[in-house]
């Protein structure tokens, strides 16, 4: 299964449709039912990858079959990687691409670890 998911291209303009049908007249109201990020809602609604699960809670909050809507392809980020891993050896690549980044709007938890690493001076935290 994939880390994150995009909306397909051609199912964009029905996704938005369903959002207005169910009463979420912004996409700032939908981020505020769902408690995720304005960002991350605007990512879904314009074809951005997001997180797989929140990809299918928002489905799930939509009443949308998330696979029906789930560009499910090879994605050109993979097939980069793919490329770049049969480079041939010496080669560097400088080329980062934070498109497959988990998404961590629900970060909860390390207050703990980052006041111990502050104190510490870690330089990892």
């Known amino acids: ?14 996704v938005k449709q369903v959002v ?15 408690m995720l990020s304005l960002s991350t809602v605007s990512n879904f609604l314009n074809g951005k990858t997001v997180d797989f699960a929140t990809f299918v809670e928002l489905c799930n909050s939509l009443s949308l079959d998330w696979e029906a809507v789930a560009d499910l392809g090879v994605s050109a980020t993979l097939t980069s ?10 080669e560097v690549s ?15 938890g390390r207050s703990e670890t980052l006041r111990v690493g502050q104190r510490n001076n870690h330089p990892l935290t």
Do not use: C, H, N
Request: glycine residues 6%.
């Open 94 to 108: 400088t080329r980062i691409d934070w498109g497959d980044a988990p998404d961590a709007s629900r970060f909860y």
């Open 1 to 14: 299964m994939p880390r994150s998911l995009k909306v397909k291209a051609d199912s964009i303009d029905r």
């Open 20 to 34: 207005k049908q169910r009463g979420y007249l912004t996409q700032r109201s939908l981020a505020e039912s769902a």
């Open 81 to 90: 990687s793919l490329a770049e891993a049969s480079s041939p050896v010496g």
